[in-house]
């Protein structure tokens, strides 16, 4: 089975939770702690992913959550404060790789355009609804339809045909003791 190097930076609390249990997936807890006050909306965009996702490469049953991965080591997230860095060598079929600025996208409640004649008219829409902020389309339920098409049109995320940007991003459900190469430390 072919692998792929990647790296996740996660707090040094996840070699305990490895240690136990030769594995780690993210809980919830995590989530809420890591992004607070905004936590539910990171929550939801991950649900919607872990349903779309798994038609890709099927979680394991307890997984809800994705664990983010960076692909080149030039995209690696720096090493802070009490947190480590994994380098990994997963199986290629525990991967999905996505665009990164198609996943920025979607985290930012933005439409993901099919191409540049879709773009110009989604753009030329919000400016007849006098919408200046395309994330406010989500956030309120102002725009029922809009929202609905922004929503679909996300599922481009794992389109390898509609492109963004060259730079990808990996997710996997879990970390594994056997895949991990070397730990970094801060």
Not at 137 to 146: A, G, H, K, Q
Request: glycine content about 2%.
């Amino acid at each position: 089975m072919r692998k792929i190097k990647l790296w996740t930076r996660q707090h040094k609390n996840i070699l305990e939770d490895l240690s136990k249990n030769n594995s780690y997936k993210v809980k919830e807890r995590y989530i809420r702690k890591k992004f607070d006050s905004i936590a539910q909306f990171h929550i939801d965009i991950y649900k919607w992913y872990r349903y779309k996702a798994s038609d890709i490469v099927e979680p394991p049953e307890d997984v809800l959550y994705p664990i983010w991965c960076s692909t080149k080591t030039n995209l690696k997230l720096p090493l802070a404060g009490n947190h480590v860095m994994l380098e990994l060598s997963v199986p290629e079929d525990e991967v999905i790789l996505l665009d990164m600025l198609k996943w920025d996208y979607v985290v930012n409640h933005w439409y993901i355009p099919e191409n540049k004649e879709d773009k110009r008219k989604y753009k030329k829409q919000l400016q007849r609804y006098g919408i200046k902020s395309e994330s406010s389309i989500y956030m309120e339920n102002f725009y029922p339809r809009l929202k609905k098409k922004m929503k679909k049109s996300w599922d481009r995320l794992f389109d390898k045909s509609v492109k963004l940007s060259d730079k990808k991003v990996a997710t996997i459900w879990e970390i594994r003791n056997e895949w991990i190469d070397n730990i970094e430390h801060s």
